[in-house]
């Protein structure tokens, strides 16, 4: 079983910001699902994780090794795969995987030649693989990303918004294939997007502004909401009134009304009908808790 272990991180940038504020956490193997708004310190935890900059204070563990003394006990172990995989070098998907592959240490022919066709098709690029890599759709060049980050075999891959403006089908592709590593390894999924980790992850956390805010398994967190959200379709005009009386933690359009959705222990009267509530809820809800705390 692998273990990562983070302990009370902090990091506030030259410009005075704030990134990660005590961070502590501990993950083990499975899909891990880090869920914030933009902004809410991810990429900054993911890339400390990966040892690509160091916390001002704190300790990271992986495996029993210090990640921040001996960044490589990590390196060697970890595969990936960044918001911004930013350059697509004019050669075809296999010669450069073939040429990362070296840059990872497998210098054994044979053995690269057979872990880069098992990844590409694992990835499904297997038919694509003497395409240039700069010519692959948003997909494809995601889960060329992918067969990159499994790259000799990792212990732990982080994945950072690895699904952000994907079509419906790709990013159903996209969870498959990561659903499919994830069980022997620690997958470390950081994203925006709610349902992401709602279909993937068996353990989450929620960050904003910095801090952990919330952590649990996402199955356990929905329960612990039933019957404290509340739902009523009201005029566009209604809602300011309905956010001064309610605690309003979301509204969303739907067919030309405005749905809101309301915590409350008790029943509110006026109209509202109980919700069975989402993870969507689990994610307002404490959002709305940290801004009332800040005001
Ligand atoms: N190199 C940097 N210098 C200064 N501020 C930074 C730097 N990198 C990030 N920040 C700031 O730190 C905060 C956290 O940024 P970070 O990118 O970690 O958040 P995020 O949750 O990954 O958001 P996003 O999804 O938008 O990338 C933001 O306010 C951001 O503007």
């Not at 993911?46 to 990271?60: F, H, K, V, Y």
């Not at 419906?168 to 997958?187: A, D, K, M, Y």
């Not at 709610?194 to 993937?200: A, G, K, P, S, Y």
């Not at 356990?220 to 566009?236: C, F, M, T, V, Y």
Request: glycine letters at 8%; charged letters at 25%.
């Amino acid at each position: 079983m692998n273990e990562l272990i983070i302990n009370n991180i902090n990091k506030t940038y030259a410009n005075g910001v704030k990134a990660l504020d005590d961070v502590s956490v501990t993950i083990t193997n499975g899909m891990f699902g880090l869920l914030g708004p933009n902004g809410a310190g991810k990429s900054t935890l993911m890339r400390t994780i990966a040892a690509l900059q160091e916390p001002d204070e704190g300790s990271i563990s992986f495996n029993g090794n210090d990640v921040i003394k001996d960044p490589s006990a990590i390196r060697r172990q970890l595969g990936y795969l960044p918001q911004e995989f930013g350059v697509y070098p004019k050669i075809s998907a296999y010669r450069l995987l073939d040429h990362l592959a070296i840059l990872k240490g497998i210098l054994d022919n044979r053995e690269r030649k057979e872990q880069i066709e098992a990844l590409l098709q694992q990835t499904n690029l297997y038919q694509d693989r003497k395409k240039v890599v700069s010519t692959f759709s948003g997909g494809m060049r995601q889960r060329f990303g992918i067969a990159q980050a499994l790259l000799g075999d990792p212990q732990l891959i982080i994945v950072d918004e690895p699904t952000a403006g994907l079509d419906p089908e790709e990013r159903n592709r996209f969870h498959n294939l990561l659903s499919e590593i994830g069980e022997n390894i620690i997958v470390l999924l950081s994203t925006h997007i709610v349902e992401d980790v709602r279909d993937l992850c068996t353990r989450m956390a929620i960050m904003s502004e910095g801090g952990l805010v919330l952590e649990g398994e996402p199955r356990q967190l929905i329960k612990d909401l039933r019957g404290k959200i509340w739902e009523k379709a009201i005029s566009k005009d209604a809602l300011e009134a309905h956010k001064a009386a309610y605690t309003v933690i979301s509204t969303r359009l739907f067919a030309g009304e405005t749905q809101i959705h309301v915590l409350s222990d008790d029943d509110p009267g006026q109209g509202f009908q109980t919700h069975e509530p989402g993870l969507e809820d689990v994610y307002f809800s404490i959002l709305f808790d940290q801004q009332s705390v800040n005001c």
